[in-house]
């Protein structure tokens, strides 16, 4: 079974083509700059040479039209014709308190995604434009969408409520989502495979730290607890954006400099993290090259990173009431042994203690905790578009 998985960002579009008979990749690719100048394809066959189309690309429908082109070219393609592909996985942000877990996309569901455009107005829309152009491109295929809200769902009303008149809860929708999950429930499962133990019954912190970063706590394969909230906002101290604060600073922020909402929000999203401290990038490598070099603004914007991520595992630990296994993933979480080093620095009284020379790898499955460490400490590579497609798969095989 051929499986397409898209992911709409708001001008770029993300794809991979997998033989789902043995998980193997066939193709992937990127587009960059739909509807602006420049708008580019970069399409790899695996095997075959990596191909470079430069083209208008006004709307998600025409990136995707080329992306179809590309997978179905007769010289660097990776399929004769698009009656290949058997069904397409779409990634979506927000599925609000609609779904638990990966569904059919029916009108229903269309109308529902729709209905969560509220609480995610960047990232639901051109999700949606994804599904809608595929539905154009390839009429019959079937379609299924898999959400980074879904997995979040199992968590108890006390991770989720905010202490705030319950009426918003009700009247907005004002709860904790949590995001990021097909990437905690990939890496935790997978986490478990390694460790040959038992998914079901165990309890895992998982940390996503990439540009956008997350913590969660899983137990018995259940999200539990989990550090974005509302929106990807809260938690951890990210690449541009603030994560936990005293909300107190928002309103007085903006009485002192005069902001409008937009522009606030514009502050906490894209101007704070390790880039407002830093002053000197949102990238991490960046960051960590101006600390080396003496700048104390760097690394102090490192040294908050660190310890945010420390403390969300102390406090998912005691949440859990233990912890058998920490992961790492996503881009800093699989390239960085530095910064896994020192997070898991000082840990000790609970049971971690790292491997620095199992440590020392970049992206792939590794157990990096001593044999001794109670506390098993993994680094897994993410790999959401595969979780996507197995979902597919699931559903279709199902249907
Ligand atoms: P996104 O959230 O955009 O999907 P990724 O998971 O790809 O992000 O992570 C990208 C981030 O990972 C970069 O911004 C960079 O800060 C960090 N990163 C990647 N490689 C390294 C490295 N070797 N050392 C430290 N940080 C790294």
């Known amino acids: 079974m051929n499986i397409l998985v898209i992911n709409c960002g708001s001008s770029s579009l993300k794809y991979q083509l997998l033989d789902m ?26 095997g075959k040479e990596k191909e470079v189309i430069v083209t208008p690309m006004k709307n998600h429908k025409e990136a995707l ?8 070219d007769e010289k660097l393609g990776a399929i004769k014709d698009l009656s290949e592909i058997d069904a397409c996985g ?13 569904v059919l996309i029916t009108d229903e569901v269309m109308a529902a995604l729709e209905e969560c455009i509220e609480l995610a107005p960047l990232h639901n829309p051109p999700n949606i434009t994804g599904v809608k152009a595929i539905q154009e491109l390839i009429p019959n295929i079937v379609n299924i969408g898999v959400f980074d809200t879904a997995f979040h769902q199992t968590m108890p009303k006390e991770s989720y409520i905010y202490p705030l008149p319950y009426e918003y809860y009700k009247k907005y929708g004002l709860r904790r989502y949590g995001f990021h999950g097909t990437s905690h429930r990939y890496v935790s499962a997978r986490a478990a495979e390694v460790l040959d133990m038992d998914y079901n019954n165990m309890k895992i912190i998982t940390c996503h730290l990439g540009n956008g970063a997350s913590v969660a706590a899983i137990k018995n394969g259940k999200s539990v607890a989990t550090s974005m909230g509302f929106t990807p906002l809260e938690g951890l101290a990210m690449g541009t954006r603030t994560g936990d604060m005293d909300p107190a600073i928002v309103t007085f922020l903006m009485g002192k400099e005069n902001l409008t909402i937009k522009e606030m929000d514009n502050i906490l999203n894209k101007k704070s993290g390790v880039l407002g401290i830093s002053g000197v990038s949102s990238d991490f490598r960046d960051i960590e090259n101006a600390a080396d070099e003496g700048n104390e603004r760097a690394q102090l914007a490192i040294d908050i990173f660190r310890v945010r991520v ?4 102390a406090a998912y630990a005691a949440v859990m009431g233990g912890v058998d296994a920490v992961v790492f993933t996503a881009g ?15 840990l000790e009284f609970m049971g971690i203690k790292i491997d620095d020379e199992a440590n020392n790898v970049r992206g792939k499955d590794t157990l990096i905790s001593t044999k001794d460490s109670k506390v098993k400490v993994l680094l897994i590579p993410t790999n959401e578009e595969l979780m996507i497609a197995r979902d597919t798969k699931e559903i279709v095989e199902a249907l």
């Not at 039209?65 to 179905?72: N, Q």
């Not at 779409?90 to 990966?102: I, L, M, N, Q, T």
């Not at 979480?333 to 620095?345: H, L, M, T």
Request: hydrophobic fraction near 35%.
């Open 21 to 46: 008979n043995g998980e193997v990749l066939m193709a992937k690719g990127l587009v960059e700059r739909i509807g602006l100048e420049g708008a580019q394809l970069k399409n790899e066959t695996t």
């Open 65 to 72: 039209s080329v992306v179809l082109r590309a997978l179905t």
């Open 90 to 102: 779409h990634r979506v942000v927000h599925a609000g308190e609609k779904f638990s877990g990966s």
């Open 310 to 313: 420390k403390k969300y595992i």
């Open 332 to 346: 800093l979480g699989e390239n960085s042994p530095v910064d896994r080093k020192n997070i898991c620095d000082g």
